[in-house]
């Protein structure tokens, strides 16, 4: 069992405030267990390690998805482009058939999404407790990109990422 919680040190909705203004990429995290799928939309992923290539996910404790990794130990990373913005808010829901109408294949032994810009299957290395989330880190066993616009989330909404200009010097 982990520690009960300690008194915050910041108010929750300056921490949510300034979460917001971070601009995180959008991913579906995908298991197979017993043949059927299981996917849900993840912000909080980053790449860890290149040698050994390593990546990291964050999800809830609540998450159907961790249950599912915890009996599998591999799972995939589904890199979203910018017109999967309603693949994103359908995996960000609950208790139905997240797959139903969804395009995707079964590749690495995981369930991997059409048109997304990158695909990465790993095998699960370790778990760690992160307060209310648990950090799962996995060993990527393949990766794939399919370079294309991405979709991005900042302030509570989808968009993309577009070059700047250069400045003059
Ligand atoms: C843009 C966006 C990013 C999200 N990022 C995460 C995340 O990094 N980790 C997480 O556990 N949930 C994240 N969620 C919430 C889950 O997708 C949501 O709680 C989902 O219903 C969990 O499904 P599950 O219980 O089937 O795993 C995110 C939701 C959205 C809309």
């Known amino acids: ?12 909705s300056d921490f949510l405030a300034v979460m917001a203004e971070v601009c995180t990429p959008v991913t ?3 298991s197979l267990d017993d ?4 996917g849900t939309t993840v912000s909080a992923f980053a790449s860890l390690s290149l040698r050994p290539p390593m990546v990291l996910v964050a999800l809830e404790r609540s998450s159907t998805l961790l249950a599912k990794l915890r009996r599998t130990r591999r799972f995939g990373v589904n ?6 913005d309603a693949v994103a808010r359908r995996f960000a829901s ?5 797959f139903h109408g969804i395009a995707w294949t ?6 991997r999404l059409r048109d997304a810009t990158g695909w990465i299957a790993c095998r699960v ?3 760690f407790e992160g307060g209310d989330h648990m950090l ?10 399919t370079p294309g616009a991405p979709l991005a989330y900042h302030r509570r909404t989808f968009g993309t990422h577009s070059e700047i200009a250069v400045s003059p010097r």
């Open 106 to 111: 079964e590749s690495d032994g995981l369930p």
């Open 79 to 84: 890199i979203l482009g910018s017109n999967q």
């Open 136 to 145: 799962v880190t996995g060993v990527v066993e393949r990766a794939v990109a």
């Open 1 to 12: 069992m982990s520690d009960p919680a300690p008194d915050p040190m910041v108010d929750e």
């Open 35 to 38: 043949a059927l799928p299981y």
């Open 125 to 127: 290395q370790s778990f």
């Open 94 to 98: 609950k208790g139905i058939d997240k």
């Open 28 to 30: 579906v995290v995908t």
